[in-house]
């Protein structure tokens, strides 16, 4: 049996739409429908993984550390004790350690380097959906995000899907792997512009912790986050250049999506 963790989320969607005609896949999720299985690091109560014999962890990452650590040990703990065979996790790549949610992606990996689990590490790339999040026109049509002159190497969040079902449903040539999987071709604010039509103007981290700090709906802790991401994209950290073996296309076994077109539209 492959439990997908995380399944109502963006990417756990995808996964587990990809997964739907199959009758040996569960569906783990905090609020379950019928015939889904309610899981919820947050309450080892509902760790449940008896029969499971992979299991897909989708990184429950918007938190402060300290909560996703331990989330992140309650789902491999559970699954230790249960006996599943082997546990799949979504991390970050490694070209982004300088992000602040760098860290409850190492520290996951480094748990599941001592645990008694057979494991495999995704380390996704920033989706181009959550680009076309943080690098959205405004309403003249201007990009202001500080991005500087750095481009990332963004992704598409369905290539990462496609990934994580082939890995999962196969886990046994990938185990003790660590992948890397980051765009092919790093965009930059300027690109972002050109394939709007509009035009790219970058903005202060000054003036966008500002923006971030006032909005009714930015959680403490989402505030360095975004700060970090934009830094790091600006300061050239993100651009794919310094990741030497990018995995997204040979585990693809097809060229990537084109990351420039998902973010376009995204932001339509
Ligand atoms: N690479 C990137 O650009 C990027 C961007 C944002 C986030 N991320 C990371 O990648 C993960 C997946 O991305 P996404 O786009 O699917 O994010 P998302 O749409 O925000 O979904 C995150 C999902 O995590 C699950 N989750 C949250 N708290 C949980 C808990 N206590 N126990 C179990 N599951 C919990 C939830 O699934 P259920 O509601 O089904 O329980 C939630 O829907 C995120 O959680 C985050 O760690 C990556």
Known sequence: MLMITGATGALGKLVTARLADRDDVLVGTRAPA????RVDFDDPSSLDFTGVTT??????????????????EAVITAAEKAGVGHLVYT??????????????HRWTERRLLRSTLRWT?????????????IAAPGPDGTIAAPLGDGRLAAVARADLADVAVRVATDPAPH??????????????????????GGR???GTLTA??????????ALPFQVPMLLSTYSAIAGGFLDGTSIAD???????????????????????
């Open 175 to 196: 185990a003790g792997r660590t992948y890397e999987l980051v765009g092919e071709q790093p965009l930059s604010g300027t690109d972002l512009a050109e394939a709007l």
């Open 200 to 202: 790219y103007q970058p």
């Open 34 to 37: 019928p015939g889904q299985r």
């Open 91 to 104: 991390s970050l790549s490694g070209d982004g350690d300088h992000l602040t949610y760098a860290l409850a």
């Open 55 to 72: 299991l897909l962890v989708i990184s429950a990452g918007a938190a402060e550390d300290d909560v996703v650590a331990a989330r992140h």
């Open 246 to 268: 990018n995995q997204l296309r040979a585990l693809l076994g097809r060229a990537p999506r084109s990351a420039l077109e998902v973010y376009a539209a995204t932001v339509r």
């Open 208 to 217: 966008t912790r500002e923006a971030i700090t006032t909005a009714a709906e």
């Open 121 to 133: 590490v995704l380390r996704n790339g920033l989706y181009a959906e959550f680009l076309a999040a």
